[in-house]
C-alpha cells in the first residue's frame, strides 16, 4: 500500500504502517490520521510526540498498559487512563497512535 | 598452501576457536567475525589460548562485529589485528585457501 | 482472577550471531501482557545481550540492546545475572547496561533491576519456577 503526502508517494504496510519510518514527517502523520478519520489536536501530537520519544529511546513502541503508566507519570495522572486515551484514539491507543507516529505496530498488539 | 581460518562462533560456547587454533599451521592465518569476536577480548577463559597461539598464527578481528556487541578497541587481546570488510577481503585474496569454521 | 506462575526466561546466546536472544525479548515483551510473575536469567553467551555500548549501524542490524531498558516500564524487574558466565568472560557489573525500574509504590523510585548470583542461586531460582523458557 502506498500514501499519497504533497505529491510524494510513501509506502506502507497494507495495514497503514509506514514501511520507513526516517520517511515521517507532520504532514504524513496527519494524511494517516486523516485516513484513520481523525482530526489532530494538541493533545493527540502530545501522545503522538510521546511515543516517538518512547521509541528513540527505547527502539519499541509500548503496549499500551505501557504507555498508559508512562503517559500518566509524564503528563498527569488525568491523562494517564485508558478512557482518555481512547477517546483521542478510538481503534486503540497503542496501535492507532503509532501508526500516526509512523512507529511500528507494538509489540503484543495482535 | 598457506590458510585463512575463519570463526564465527562464541569461544564461550562452542569449540570453533579452539579447534581451529589447533589445525592451524605456522604461517597460518585466523579471523574472527560475528560471535566469534568474543575470542578477541581480553580476560576470558580463552584469552590465554589465543595469545599462546599467536607466535605461530596471526590473528585478525572484524571491527563492525567487534562494535555491534560493545567490545571497546582497548579490551582485545595485544596482537590482534582489527580489519574492516575490505580488510576481511584482502585477507581471502592473500591466503591460497579460506577455510570457515562453523 | 487467575492463580499467578512464576515465569522464567533463561537467556544463554549472545546477541547478533543468532535470533535467540531478539525473539526471547520479544516473547517477554508480549508475555508481560499476562501480568504473570517474571524472572529473566542471564547466563553463559547470554549474557552478552546486556552488555552497554552495542552499536549495530556498521552491520545494518537493529540495536535492540535499549529495549532491555524498558523491561522495567512492562513491570519485569527481576533480572538475575550469572557471576561465573561474568566471569568466564571477563566481563563484571559494569560492563551491563543499567536496567532499573520505577517503584510506584514508594514514589517513582529508581531501583536497580539486575542481581548477579552465583550458579548455585541460579539453580534454586530455576528450581522454584512454574514456567521455564529457554533461549
Not at chain 1, 3 to 28: A, F, Q
Not at chain 1, 62 to 70: E, F, Q, S
Amino acid at each position: 500500500m502506498a500514501l499519497e503526502v504533497g505529491g510524494k508517494t510513501v509506502e506502507t504496510d497494507e495495514e497503514g504502517y509506514l514501511e520507513n519510518r526516517d520517511e515521517w514527517n507532520m504532514d504524513i502523520a496527519n494524511a494517516i490520521a486523516v485516513a484513520e478519520n481523525l482530526e489532530m489536536s494538541d493533545s493527540h501530537w502530545e501522545v503522538v510526540n510521546f511515543l516517538r520519544e518512547y521509541y528513540e529511546e527505547y527502539q519499541i513502541a509500548p503496549a499500551v498498559r505501557v504507555l498508559t503508566k508512562a503517559i500518566g507519570k509524564k503528563l498527569g495522572k488525568d491523562k494517564g487512563n485508558s478512557k482518555y486515551l481512547y477517546e483521542l484514539f478510538p481503534y486503540g491507543p497503542a496501535k492507532q497512535a503509532c501508526k500516526i507516529a509512523g512507529l511500528p505496530k507494538p509489540t503484543g498488539c495482535v | 598452501m598457506s590458510q585463512l581460518h575463519t570463526v564465527n562462533k562464541s569461544p564461550l560456547e562452542r569449540n570453533a576457536l579452539e579447534s581451529a587454533i589447533t589445525h592451524a599451521v605456522k604461517g597460518n592465518a585466523l579471523l574472527m567475525i560475528e560471535d566469534g569476536v568474543y575470542g578477541a577480548m581480553q580476560g576470558t577463559h580463552k584469552s590465554a589460548m589465543v595469545s599462546d597461539a599467536m607466535s605461530d598464527i596471526a590473528f585478525y578481528v572484524m571491527g563492525p562485529d567487534l562494535k555491534a556487541r560493545g567490545i571497546d578497541e582497548a579490551r582485545i587481546i595485544d596482537g590482534i589485528k582489527i580489519v574492516d570488510y575490505s580488510g576481511f577481503v584482502a585477507l581471502v585474496a592473500e591466503y591460497d585457501v579460506t577455510q570457515s569454521w562453523l | 482472577m487467575s492463580e499467578t506462575k512464576k515465569f522464567l526466561y533463561v537467556n544463554r546466546k549472545a546477541p547478533y550471531g543468532t535470533i535467540y536472544a531478539l525473539e526471547a525479548l520479544e516473547v517477554v515483551l508480549i508475555g508481560a501482557a499476562f501480568e504473570q510473575d517474571v524472572s529473566l536469567a542471564f547466563l553463559d553467551d547470554g549474557v552478552y545481550q546486556i552488555t552497554k555500548g552495542q552499536d549495530t549501524k556498521d552491520l545494518g542490524m537493529k540495536n535492540f540492546s535499549p529495549t532491555y531498558k524498558a523491561l522495567g516500564d512492562y513491570d519485569v524487574n527481576k533480572i538475575y545475572v550469572e557471576q561465573e558466565s561474568l566471569d568466564a568472560r571477563g566481563l563484571t557489573l559494569d560492563d551491563l547496561l543499567p536496567l532499573t525500574w520505577e517503584d510506584e509504590d514508594d514514589d517513582w523510585a529508581e531501583k536497580d533491576s539486575i542481581k548477579v548470583i552465583s550458579a548455585t542461586e541460579m539453580a534454586k531460582i530455576m528450581e522454584q519456577s512454574d514456567v521455564v523458557f529457554s533461549f
